[in-house]
């Protein structure tokens, strides 16, 4: 059994906002992929960008100018 992991996860309200922190995301090579919103998170667009919490202050730093919908922390 995979043992779970605490990552911080973002919540957007539409998909375009998902897919430019995506873009944004791998531009600047930061840490981090485009998921399904977990059921524990609710999520306009049902997408997540998810990132281990030991990684996610450079991102949050870089993605200030994003509308992000929600932060929260997640054991996945």
Do not use: H, N
């Amino acid at each position: 059994m995979r043992q779970k992991r605490k990552y911080i996860v973002l919540t957007f309200a539409t998909t375009e906002a998902a897919l430019a922190v995506e873009s944004a995301c791998a531009e600047q090579g930061l840490a981090g992929r485009l998921i399904p919103t977990p059921q524990a998170i609710s999520s306009g667009c049902g997408l997540a960008w998810r990132v281990p919490v030991e990684e996610a202050d450079p991102l949050l730093a870089q993605l200030a100018r994003f509308t992000i919908e929600r932060v929260a922390e997640v054991e996945m």
